[in-house]
């Protein structure tokens, strides 16, 4: 039987799941503050302890988030104001920057490993916040092994295939972090609402889909799928900043107020999507999406312990190290005793 999902925490603490004593809110931003000047003046190893440090006392966003296969998703049910302990931006900073750190060091991880990927999928409303998930989040990852795509109204070679061909293409390869801005859920979402194609052809998908990302699961690919959940009355603020700042009149689109009176039906298939299609394999997060602050930190978080729980391992040299030392030095004394001529040469001396 499915059951309603509601993300308001149950108690404003979880313990920590490693036994040590939990930290009071006023000890834990202490500690953030003290970790966060330590490891800008001392690096990677107090980094490290202040980032495990955090990870014992956080509360665990990738179970709370998580739609449980199988659950009926009611959106209205779930606040997407929440921001947990966090009174405002400056208190969840330090966390956030960890988080966003280390994300970027497992990155390096994943690349270098070459075994498997990962795929991060993108949905919200118009100004629900992916622009600015991936700008803030995962722009913190090395270029060389991440990709962006975003999904536009198909072309015409485009609709001419399966909806399913052009995101095949863009799926990532060994090695590589894929962030899908929209996806094929828009053919389950502006599809449906606007009946691009009949309900017979839509209703097929959300099984095409399961099957779709079992393979790319099966084939060493993990998925995030995440719904940046906002307020109607937060669209209408993001709509009016828009507005009020010259520098985003070029995100203005005549559409952002003509789908937002369609907000209901979204709202349906968007909940009849993270319903259907959040799986063991590749699960949905709906985001408190409010507060961007909030959502940063919530989505930094669950990628970063979703690839901590990978435990990957860089790859064995394909060298013998020692060799490899052994003829450093040599190079080594090579150039010192060139450089030393050269000087000598310089100061006259033979
Ligand atoms: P934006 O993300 O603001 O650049 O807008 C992209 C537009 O492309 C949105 O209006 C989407 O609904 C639309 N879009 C994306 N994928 C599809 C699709 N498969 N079929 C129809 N429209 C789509
Ligand atoms: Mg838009």
């Known amino acids: 039987?499915?059951?309603?999902?509601?993300?308001?925490?149950?108690?404003?603490?979880?313990?920590?799941?490693?036994?040590?004593?939990?930290?009071?809110?006023?000890?834990?931003?202490?500690?953030?503050?003290?970790?966060?000047s330590k490891a800008a003046r001392s690096g990677q190893a107090r980094h490290l302890s202040a980032f495990y440090s955090i990870r014992r006392n956080r509360m665990n966003y990738r179970d709370q988030?998580?739609?449980?296969?199988?659950?009926?998703?009611?959106?209205?049910?779930?606040?997407?104001?929440?921001?947990?302990?966090?009174?405002?931006?400056?208190?969840?900073?330090?966390?956030?920057?960890?988080?966003?750190?280390?994300?970027?060091e497992l990155q390096y991880l994943l690349y270098a490993e070459d075994k498997r990927s990962l795929l991060i999928i993108l949905q919200a409303m118009d100004a629900g916040g992916k622009d600015g998930t991936i700008n803030h989040v995962l722009g913190s990852m090395n270029p060389q092994g991440a990709k962006v795509y975003g999904f536009k109204v198909p072309s015409a070679e485009e609709a001419a295939h399966d909806f399913l061909w052009r995101i095949h293409l863009a799926a990532p390869h060994r090695g590589q972090v894929a962030i899908f801005n929209r996806s094929h859920y828009e053919d389950v979402l502006v599809s449906r609402v606007h009946?691009?194609?009949?309900?017979?052809?839509?209703?097929?998908?959300?099984?095409?889909?399961?099957?779709?990302e079992k393979s790319l699961v099966d084939n060493g690919t993990h998925i995030l799928k995440?719904?940046?959940?906002?307020?109607?009355?937060?669209?209408?603020?993001?709509?009016k900043q828009r507005i009020d700042d010259p520098t985003r009149h070029w995100k203005i689109s005549e559409s952002d107020y003509t789908e937002r009176e369609y907000w209901d039906d979204y709202t349906k298939a968007?909940?009849?999507?993270?319903?259907?299609?959040?799986?063991?394999?590749?699960?949905?997060?709906?985001?408190?999406?409010?507060?961007k602050w909030f959502r940063n930190l919530a989505v930094s978080q669950i990628v970063v312990e979703t690839l901590e729980s990978l435990k990957m391992e860089f790859p064995q040299p394909t060298v013998d190290i020692k060799e490899i030392k052994a003829r450093y030095h040599?190079?080594?004394?090579?150039?010192?005793?060139k450089n030393g001529k050269v000087k000598n040469i310089k100061k006259g001396k033979k």
């Not at 009071?24 to 966060?36: C, H, I, M, N, T």
């Open 1 to 36: 039987m499915s059951s309603q999902q509601d993300l308001k925490p149950v108690s404003p603490a979880l313990p920590p799941t490693d036994g040590s004593r939990g930290l009071s809110g006023s000890e834990v931003q202490q500690r953030l503050a003290q970790y966060g």
């Open 65 to 104: 988030f998580r739609i449980k296969p199988g659950n009926s998703v009611k959106l209205d049910k779930m606040d997407a104001a929440f921001k947990d302990k966090h009174e405002d931006q400056a208190s969840a900073l330090v966390e956030t920057e960890k988080y966003t750190h280390r994300l970027r």
């Open 195 to 212: 009946s691009l194609v009949p309900k017979k052809v839509w209703s097929k998908r959300y099984d095409l889909i399961n099957d779709f």
């Open 226 to 239: 995440f719904y940046l959940h906002i307020s109607k009355d937060e669209q209408l603020r993001r709509f």
């Open 270 to 291: 968007f909940e009849d999507a993270l319903s259907s299609c959040s799986t063991e394999h590749a699960p949905w997060f709906v985001i408190p999406g409010d507060h």
């Open 330 to 337: 040599e190079a080594e004394e090579d150039a010192g005793a």
